[in-house]
């Protein structure tokens, strides 16, 4: 088709179909309820770390040094160090000026031996030393949220396009049918 018949035809299905539709309130509420899996949100926890690189190369004696320092500061924290300020002095990680915040992550997002510990934290916990290939780990669990349904407020847009798509879709089919229906072909 040429672009200027596709304009037609694009202007021809806004005219006879999307400019019909009207979705209301309980179409969104109930498209909402009908399919909760679409807005469930997973399970997070949000995380502080403390990192010490490792040394650049295959040095086990400079690995062994770091591992020394992380314990040494893992001992600092359990005897009553504040979390924040340790990271801000001692963190080489780029979220030490944040206190070591890295924010909110879902399971399985992070380094597999760091998700294993936080699994086993409480809120508030720290864990003992993570050894990574990229160097030595201490993180605070600062909070963990369970999976929860996204509230409709925050879904509301979504839904809406979802639902428009929804009945576009619908309307246009049952369209399509009529004009099938209604045309008269004559076979010579």
């Given at each position: ?182 045309a008269h072909i004559e076979i010579k």
């Amino acid at each position: 088709l040429r672009l200027q018949d596709q304009l037609t035809i694009i202007k021809l299905v806004n005219r006879e179909v999307r400019s019909k539709l009207l979705i209301s309130a309980e179409d969104l509420d109930a498209y909402y309820r009908a399919h909760p899996d679409s807005f469930a949100l997973p399970a997070r926890v949000r995380i502080r770390q403390i990192f010490l690189k490792a040394p650049e190369g295959a040095d086990p004696v400079g690995r062994e040094t770091r591992r020394a320092d992380a314990e040494a500061l893992g001992a600092e924290l359990s005897r009553g160090a504040e979390f924040a300020p340790l990271a801000k002095t001692r963190s080489d990680g780029a979220e030490a000026v944040k206190g070591g915040d890295l924010g909110y992550f879902h399971p399985g997002e992070l380094l597999p031996a760091i998700d294993r510990a936080i699994e086993t934290l409480a809120e508030g916990e720290t864990s003992p030393v993570i050894a990574t290939p990229l160097g030595f780990h201490i993180v605070k669990l600062e909070e963990r949220q369970a999976g929860r349904l996204k509230p409709f407020a925050e879904a509301k847009h979504e839904i809406e396009d979802l639902v428009y798509q929804e009945q576009t879709e619908d309307y246009y089919r049952r369209w399509l049918r009529q004009l099938r229906h209604r045309a008269h072909i004559e076979i010579k």
